[in-house]
């Protein structure tokens, strides 16, 4: 039995926005050089503006880069979840948990016609967890990997290098004061890892849904403040130079999933690095995350509304919410090209490997330990305090 939600016709979510709680961090974790897992912000990145003039395509050969092919489901992100909820000692109250990843492809979906998706979800304690289907996701990338570049133009592989480059060429490992001029002039020079990310884990909601996401974010502009204010966190993206109307429309469609990533997890401003089509960065320009949709609505050539982004994804996850009840797992899938979300169940009973063993047992001995008498003032625990062994900043 399978349900669906119709994405056509889009003009039932023209309008004013759903509501939005604004998305705040309550913990955070870290992948070190090794992408091994922890508990901290040792990660944590410093923006300092670029070269102009860099070329994106030097160190192409030494690129370190992140074997992904592991199904690592939402291990790292119930880890942080559980040292948050033991200085809590209570469950966090949230209808959705997942990757920030699910919830910028449900967002785009009203405009990008010719993109897929399967997820997998599971309903636990009253909470829908959600993830990527490994599969598809490894079925996709083969796929991306098989499309002969156009000729004299780049490959997938080294376009994909250039955003990591551009990364590079932007970001110190602490702030300013404590970072050698040596080292910043050298950037260029420096071997590109992936394997190191800082990840933000924000509650936020829209519509009817609260929701703790979590996603990596680049880089932070000053420093991570300490009184629990709005952080300054910095998106880093790398698009090809406009030179006519066809490229305008082209990283409008681009902007729309830059928007998106950065308005879930709460970060204001996002850098872009126009290159030119053999990956020379030509100019970096700041963008304000909330001033995005007037300006294509203003501006641009019509291809996407964030209102209506905002307010299709408040259906759809209120669509998830009554469809996903009960035990076992379900998938969630939009083929290429199709009109509609088709949900349905996978497996009868369990939650397949969408939670991990420990994450059960913890929110199971959590439960048991709150049916014990003990008084409490039914208030939020402040930010998670963790051990940072990276810069202090």
Known sequence: MSSQFDIQPIGRFVGQSAAIKRPKEIACFSYDDKHQFRLDDSSIKYYWPPTLGADLSRGFDTFEKLDDTADDHLDSLLKTIIAYEQVLSQPIEADLITWRGMMTKFMAAIFTDRDGFEMNATLFQDTIFLEENHSYK?????KQRQQVSQPGRPSQDMMSFW??????????????AET???????????????????CSVVKTGIGNTVMILGGEVDAVWDSKPTDGSPINWVELKTSADIRND?????????LMKFWIQSFLLGVPKIIVGFRTPDGILKRVEEMDTASIPGTVKRRGKGTWDGNMCINFASALLDFLKATIIGDGVWRIRRKEWSSTIEVFKV????HGDILSDEFINWRIKLALNRKMPQTTDGTEAPPMKINSEG???
């Open 246 to 254: 066809r490229d305008m429309i082209t990283f409008e469609r681009k």
């Open 347 to 350: 497996e009868e009973t369990g």
């Open 180 to 198: 050698s001029r040596d080292y910043l002039e050298n950037r260029e020079n420096e071997i590109v890892n992936n394997h190191a990310q800082y």
């Open 163 to 176: 955003g990591y480059k551009f990364e590079t060429l932007c970001m110190m490992p602490a702030i300013w």
């Open 391 to 393: 810069p202090s900043g």
């Open 138 to 142: 490894l079925n996709s990338q083969a």
